[in-house]
Structures are given as structure tokens and as C-alpha cells.
């Protein structure tokens, strides 16, 4: 799935977060952005998934202006072709592993639990899909977060920081399953990031600025 981000401006108030933003991700393309605190790469971020709105520019995924979409055709859009991987997790608790692996299979009435044990097992969690989030380390939890961003096979995946509370050794795991996962989809990946590590591992690193995009 292609991304185009042309001219993107977002503003809080009075106060500009960013300007002139401008950028494309070609199918199966790993692209990492990084910058300082403060500057709105999970705001950016959120554009890209149409959870945002902003004040001027365009987004188009695959063609189409989210512009123009309604807020339910967004949502559409994000169930059936994008995944999102949140730094927060944002796993259910009264859900167990595999239950919130499975969810996005079940908001397309799709259920396949066959596929979910073999996400679970791609993702380093085989034996672990009876578990409840609050049995898991924060590790394993972003993995749950990945496996079910990547459940429903998305063309687009979007990951915001997925390495941000992990010690070294469990952010390597967690980058390894992230782009195998998404290599082995085809996947376009837009990885937001502090961290060195996880950006160099990108096929292209962008810097953002408060007045744009820098290679």
C-alpha cells in the first residue's frame, strides 16, 4: 500500500505542532521518523491513520484522500487495511491473549483461530494465548499489540514508539517480530522512534521538524 503526505500543517489552538510535511512510503517500504520530544511524530502519526484531522495539506492512502472520507469511512479504512501499533499497548484486560490477538479478525467477522495461534507463534507467544494481559511482561505485551496490528493483514502498518519502555534485549525481540512480520506480509511499516537502534534498521530514516521533513 502506497502513503502520500503533502504539505501537512496541524495546530493546537493557536499553536503550530508541524508544517509542511511531506512524504511517501512505497509498498512493502520500512520508513522510520524521529525527532525531538515535542515536535508531533505520534500526532503525525495519527494523521496517517485518519485518527486526527489537521489544518492543511492532504493524506492519501493507496489513492484516496482521507479528506474526504467520514469519520466511520476512516474507521473502515484503519479495520480493514491498516494496523496500528500503540506505545501504550492498549490491550484489553478482560481479554485473554489470544482474544485480543483475535479481536480485529472479529470486528470483519472473520474468526480464525487458526490464524491467531500462528500470529501467537510468529510473534514469540506460542502457549501464551490463555494468559490474561496482566500475566505478561511489558515485552510480551507489545508483541500481543503487534500480533494483533498485523492479525487482519493490513497493507499498512503504523507503529508509534514500540520499543519506547523496553530494555535493549526485549526491543530487539520486539523490532525482529515487527519486521518479519511485516516483510512477511508485504507490508508498507512507518515507525515512529527514539530510538537509534530500531531506526536504523529502516529502509529510509526522515527527521521531523516543526517546518517539515528532513532526509
Same mark, same amino acid.
Given at each position: 500500500?502506497?502513503?502520500?503526505?503533502? #504539505?501537512? #500543517?496541524? !495546530?493546537?489552538?493557536?499553536? =503550530?505542532?508541524?508544517?509542511?510535511?511531506?512524504?511517501?512510503?512505497?509498498?512493502?517500504?520500512?520508513?522510520?521518523?524521529?525527532?525531538?520530544?515535542?515536535?508531533?511524530?505520534?500526532? @503525525?502519526?495519527?494523521?496517517?491513520?485518519? @485518527?486526527? *484531522?489537521?489544518?492543511?495539506?492532504?493524506?492519501?492512502?493507496? #489513492?484516496?484522500?482521507?479528506?474526504? &472520507?467520514?469519520?466511520?469511512?476512516? /474507521?473502515? @479504512? !484503519?479495520?480493514?487495511?491498516?494496523?496500528?501499533?500503540?506505545?501504550?499497548?492498549?490491550?484489553? =484486560?478482560?481479554?485473554?491473549?489470544?482474544?485480543?490477538?483475535?479481536?480485529?479478525?472479529?470486528?470483519?467477522?472473520?474468526?480464525?483461530?487458526? !490464524?491467531?495461534?500462528?500470529?501467537?507463534?510468529?510473534?514469540?507467544?506460542?502457549?501464551?494465548?490463555?494468559? &490474561? =494481559?496482566?500475566?505478561?511482561?511489558?515485552?510480551?505485551?507489545?508483541?500481543?499489540?503487534?500480533?494483533? /496490528? @498485523?492479525?487482519?493483514?493490513?497493507?499498512?502498518?503504523?507503529? *508509534?514508539?514500540?520499543?519506547?519502555?523496553?530494555?535493549?534485549?526485549?526491543?530487539?525481540?520486539?523490532?525482529?517480530?515487527?519486521?518479519?512480520?511485516?516483510?512477511?506480509?508485504?507490508?508498507?511499516?512507518? &515507525?515512529?522512534? %527514539?530510538?537509534?537502534?530500531?531506526?536504523?534498521?529502516?529502509?529510509?530514516?526522515?527527521?521531523?521538524?516543526?517546518?517539515?521533513? %528532513?532526509?
Amino acid at each position: 500500500m502506497s502513503l502520500s503526505v503533502t #504539505g501537512l #500543517g496541524k !495546530r493546537y489552538g493557536s499553536s =503550530p505542532v508541524f508544517s509542511n510535511v511531506t512524504l511517501s512510503v512505497a509498498p512493502g517500504e520500512f520508513v522510520a521518523i524521529v525527532g525531538e520530544s515535542g515536535v508531533g511524530k505520534s500526532t @503525525l502519526l495519527n494523521c496517517m491513520a485518519g @485518527l486526527d *484531522d489537521w489544518d492543511s495539506g492532504s493524506v492519501s492512502v493507496n #489513492g484516496t484522500d482521507l479528506a474526504t &472520507l467520514t469519520s466511520d469511512q476512516r /474507521a473502515l @479504512l !484503519r479495520r480493514q487495511q491498516i494496523g496500528f501499533v500503540f506505545q501504550a499497548f492498549h490491550v484489553l =484486560p478482560h481479554l485473554d491473549v489470544a482474544q485480543n490477538v483475535g479481536l480485529p479478525l472479529m470486528l470483519l467477522n472473520q474468526r480464525d483461530d487458526a !490464524r491467531v495461534q500462528d500470529m501467537l507463534q510468529a510473534v514469540g507467544l506460542n502457549g501464551l494465548g490463555g494468559r &490474561l =494481559p496482566q500475566q505478561l511482561s511489558g515485552g510480551q505485551l507489545q508483541r500481543v499489540a503487534i500480533a494483533r /496490528a @498485523l492479525i487482519h493483514r493490513p497493507a499498512l502498518l503504523l507503529a *508509534d514508539e514500540p520499543t519506547g519502555n523496553l530494555d535493549p534485549t526485549t526491543a530487539t525481540r520486539v523490532m525482529d517480530a515487527l519486521i518479519n512480520q511485516t516483510r512477511a506480509q508485504n507490508a508498507s511499516l512507518v &515507525l515512529v522512534t %527514539h530510538s537509534h537502534a530500531a531506526a536504523s534498521r529502516a529502509d529510509r530514516v526522515l527527521e521531523l521538524h516543526a517546518d517539515g521533513i %528532513h532526509l
